[in-house]
């Protein structure tokens, strides 16, 4: 009988093992990022604005904007401004030239053709300021999100090209991307916490797995080791961290992450 106990022990030593090996703390490198990362501000699309140019700048790098708030204005705005005006001006003798119709009617004093003439003069002028309106709306450049400006990249007189008007992300909700292995993966649960340090910075931070990406993808942050995997396959992991605001002006650094079992 005494044999069969080796097995046995042998079965649970295999099995603490892979428990201890399970509840490993994970390491990987790692980038800091805004909640939904950077917001690339293409500015309107259509009406012919491909390569427009700004005419003003509203606001600044590191100021904080809200959502539907004016951010630019394209060179077209002044131009597209006076046929509102054009139009608003040619609504208003429609609508009054059909209240005129509508009194004449009252009294019997106009014929069926001219006051249908008015009716549909006053639909065409309302069509046409409601688009004029629309047009204007393609020169002007809202911030689509309440964000912080991180940083510009077309200024007055200059043309907008491939990278937009600017770059917007949310720095009050800071995230540490962690790259972490596929073959490490089923070792990170949402909730579990982590430690985040910074590399030019000699502290810290703490913080929660709040996402895990639904996709394996290529390794985007290489450390400075010449043997290093730079094609290996990873997942990303989302880890809010506790204290925002001593790294909202770090956008893409560069951290090493330890998820803890």
């Known amino acids: 009988m005494q044999?069969?106990?080796?097995?046995?022990?042998?079965?649970?030593?295999?099995?603490?093992?892979?428990?201890?090996?399970?509840?490993?703390?994970?390491?990987?490198?790692?980038?800091?990022?805004?909640?939904n990362g950077v917001i690339q501000l293409a500015g309107p699309s259509g009406g012919g604005l491909t390569g427009a140019v700004m005419k003003t700048l509203e606001v600044a790098e590191g100021n904080w904007v809200e959502k539907d708030q004016v951010v630019a204005r394209l060179d077209s705005y002044n131009l597209r401004s006076a046929d509102v005006d054009r139009l608003e001006a040619v609504l208003t003798n429609a609508r009054n030239e059909m209240v005129r119709q509508e009194d004449l009617a009252k009294?019997?004093?106009?014929s069926k053709a001219n006051f249908d003439a008015a009716q549909m003069d006053l639909d065409i002028a309302l069509a046409d300021f409601a688009a004029a309106k629309a047009r204007l709306e393609l020169a002007v450049v809202r911030s689509?999100?309440?964000a912080q400006v991180l940083e510009i990249?077309?200024?007055p007189g200059e043309r907008v090209g491939p990278e937009?008007?600017?770059?917007?992300?949310?720095?009050?909700?800071?995230?540490?991307?962690?790259?972490?292995?596929?073959?490490?993966?089923?070792?990170?649960k949402v909730g579990q916490t982590a430690k985040v340090r910074l590399s030019a910075m000699d502290r810290e931070l703490s913080g929660k797995v709040e996402r895990i990406s639904l996709k394996v993808g290529r390794l985007d942050v290489v450390g400075t080791d010449p043997i290093a995997k730079t094609d290996a396959r990873v997942v990303e992991v989302f880890i809010l961290l506790d204290d925002s605001e001593a790294v909202s002006r770090f956008t893409n650094m560069q951290v090493k992450v330890e998820i803890q079992p």
């Open 153 to 155: 990249h077309a200024y």
């Open 107 to 110: 009294k019997s004093l106009t």
């Open 144 to 146: 689509p999100l309440r």
């Open 3 to 35: 044999p069969r106990r080796i097995p046995i022990l042998l079965l649970g030593l295999a099995l603490s093992l892979g428990a201890v090996a399970e509840e490993r703390v994970i390491s990987s490198l790692g980038r800091l990022e805004p909640e």
């Open 164 to 188: 937009g008007i600017m770059e917007l992300g949310r720095t009050d909700k800071m995230y540490a991307v962690a790259e972490v292995y596929e073959t490490d993966i089923t070792g990170v």
